[in-house]
């Protein structure tokens, strides 16, 4: 089993920048590939970002693409969610997700074999 804690969302405003964290526990971290996923009211849960077990390898939604930055840790079991200039359609939950999967950085959810338990970001206009 993986533990996978979200932290960092908040209220801001159209521009801002806010920066996630999501902390690991359980099995080896860099054993999984790692991705950001989020889910505004009444949507479908949806692919941000994933990172690569080594944190070589990036792979992000187009949506974000340019604004969003994922990274990780291994020595700290975190990986990160660096978002600028957010806009308010970037508001939903966030999650954070682990995959065993064979692929380098997936986007499926399917292919994710934990989840955290979200972090509300609202971006005001």
Do not use: H
Request: glycine letters at 10%; proline letters at 2%.
């Amino acid at each position: 089993q993986v533990q996978l804690v979200e932290s960092g969302g908040g209220l801001v405003q159209t521009g801002d920048s806010l920066r996630l964290s999501c902390a690991a526990s359980g099995r080896t971290f860099s054993n999984y590939a790692m991705g950001w996923f989020r889910q505004a009211p009444g949507n479908e849960r949806e692919f941000v970002t994933s990172i690569s077990r080594n944190g070589g390898i990036t792979n992000y939604a187009d949506s974000v693409k340019g604004r969003f930055t994922i990274s990780r840790d291994n020595a700290k079991n975190t990986v990160f969610l660096q978002m600028n200039s957010l806009k308010p359609e970037d508001t939903a939950v966030y999650y954070c997700a682990a995959s065993a999967s064979a692929l380098t950085t997936p986007r499926a959810r399917a292919l994710y074999n934990y989840w955290g338990q979200g972090t509300q970001v609202t971006v005001s206009s």
